[in-house]
């Protein structure tokens, strides 16, 4: 259904390439989201370095390509920063005839950084305080929803200059799907999507559009991934979770936003605004989409044993790489789901 | 000019009557064969690209009509798509584009061709070449972090001038339908000169002889003489620097604020086709959405068929006595 027909020729091209160069291997294909492939990049390669004899090749193409590509079976799994909705899963049912599974790899977050001349410190934000701003209600830095939850911060009576992504993408999901959960308005004015109708502000493209024109611009605020802030040293602000805590995005709090919450059999969930102590609301896992049926057996012995290694030793490099690994409870469950795929 | 380059078949001189034979060994039929299968396939791709983009869109084109081209909402959560805000950004940045570009363009190349020592001239050309070559996102990174800062700096001054206008009124961010205007005149300002100022090069000396011959000064000649008749040509490369600012992607989704929205003022953010599409394409999920974005590409193509084909009906009416 879906003509990403160029990217379906590469992938065709590249396992045709690799079928010549190595007879024996078996080269397995996957794309999908682009927010976790520094880590699955470094996850395959290091896999390929053990099992010389399994490439993984990713391209990362976006979550929605890496759905609609593993519906079309032109991938042998995809990958997606939002768990299917049940109309993609049913699409995936009819075209396939099995069921597709979600395994959660890591876990990311989303930050507010800002540009206000003159405030160096991280701010503190309320639930209230973001959808405002981003629902253009709150207009001024010195709004008293701002001023209430910074004494001591001298924030001046300046128009706040709201920053979001204008290419669709997983980083929007989270923080759209996160303001649905703490404001009723939102979520019938705007929604959720990977892109959406934005009542206010300007669209930076990608993380280093977005940082760019917050940088450039006073008075400004934004989001962009907790990594890309990190690794580009910029000053983000705090936010107010479901217990009430200001909480500032780490590794940390990100694992415990995962911890928190209950996890269903299909793995499946939404962690924003998760409830808990020293968790940071505005997290979510990322997923591989895997078949429940593999036809080729060497393949599907390939990826249970890729995805048993990755729970394991794989874990065990994502904090180097500045992504929050799953919580333990996490990883018991996908081990014993790894049998559902057939 | 142009009559003295036209093919001959029958000018071959050969007294016997050709066999097919004969004529398909010394070359001419192969080479016509060759050159219409050259010239048959830019149609076919034309069409293709056509018919698939038309089929692709027909779930949106049934669904919204000819009311995608008039609607202002851009909303793929609710499945609302209007195409105006971009069809207005991409025509307002080109024309404001084609605006400064043109003047610098052809003055440079009239400056290069005419007036400029040879040797000067062809060295910068050849940098002017350079720049040519130069990726769009080269051009939409030093719009971010170098011309951005820079408007927003000289900024006061503008509105100084010209803030009388609703067009450089309201707030300016850095980002906005003016910066892509201006990032595309640097985009496109290389190939005007370029190519004007091969045509300004290629006018007979007999032309600016004759001129001279009766009594004109140098620049009557060339503002009468050269520029008239080189006239198609200097054309021809607006025609090319204005596809290439209708469909450029990268460089304005950089600078333009990608605000689907149409603002009076040239100092607010807008959107185009080409960015929206690069933008969103990658993740769009579902035939409406999808279709809706293959639909934008369409509306492109017919923006761009029916602005060229303005353009080439005012050069014609103008144009007498072009010739190269």
Known sequence: MIRRVFIVNAALVATLIMGVACGQQVPINAAGATFPYPMYSKWFDEYHKKFPQIPINYASIGSGGGIAQVTAGTVDFGASDGPMTDMQMKQFQDKRGSAILHFPTVLGADVPTYNIPGVATALNFTPEALAGIFLGKITKWDDPELTKANPGVKLPSSNIVVVHRSDGSGTTYVWVDYLCKVSKAWEIKVGRGTSVNWPVGLGGKGNEGVSGSIQQTANSIGYVELIYAVQNKMTYGKVKNASGEFIQASLASVTAAAAGIPMPDDFRISITNAPGKGVYPISSFTWLLIPSKIADPTKKKAIKDFLAWMLADGQKMTEALSYAPLPRAVVAKEVKAIDKIQ | ?324
């Open chain 2, 1 to 324: 000019m142009a009559a003295s380059s036209t093919t001959n078949f029958s000018a071959r001189p050969s007294g016997r009557a050709s066999t097919f034979w004969q004529r398909l060994r010394s070359g001419d039929d192969i080479a016509y064969v060759v050159t219409l299968t050259c010239a048959l396939t830019i149609l076919a791709i034309t069409a293709l690209l056509v018919f698939e983009l038309y089929k692709n869109s027909a779930v949106p084109r049934h669904q919204f009509g000819w009311s995608f081209l008039v609607t202002t909402t851009w909303d793929p959560v609710a499945g609302q798509f209007g195409a105006l805000p971009f069809i207005y950004g991409t025509v307002v940045t080109s024309a404001l584009a084609l605006l400064m570009a043109i003047p610098l363009g052809v003055g440079a190349a009239i400056f290069l061709a005419e007036l400029a020592p040879m040797r000067i001239s062809n060295a910068l050309t050849f940098l002017i070449e350079l720049l040519a070559a130069v990726p769009s996102v080269i051009f939409g990174l030093l719009g971010i972090f170098v011309l951005v800062p820079a408007l927003v700096s000289i900024e006061p001054a503008i509105r100084s001038v010209l803030g009388w206008t609703p067009l450089f009124s309201g707030p300016f961010y850095g980002v906005s339908i003016f910066s892509a205007g201006v990032v595309l005149t640097v985009m496109i300002i290389p190939f005007i000169i370029s190519i004007s100022r091969e045509v300004i090069l290629a006018v007979p000396a007999e032309q600016r002889d004759g001129a001279l011959a009766l009594g004109a000064t140098k620049w009557e000649t060339t503002w009468n003489v050269v520029i008239p008749f080189a006239k198609k040509g200097i054309m021809g490369s607006i025609f090319l620097a204005l596809a290439r600012s209708l469909g450029e992607t990268m460089a304005v989704t950089m600078v333009i604020g990608n605000e689907p929205k149409i603002h009076q003022s040239l100092f607010a953010p807008g959107y185009s086709i080409a960015a929206v599409i690069a933008n969103e394409f990658a993740e769009a999920t579902g035939d409406l959405y999808l279709g809706a974005l293959i639909e934008l590409g369409l509306v492109l193509f017919g923006l761009t068929i029916i602005i060229n084909g303005l353009a080439r009906v005012l050069v014609l009416t103008t144009t007498k006595k072009g010739a190269i």
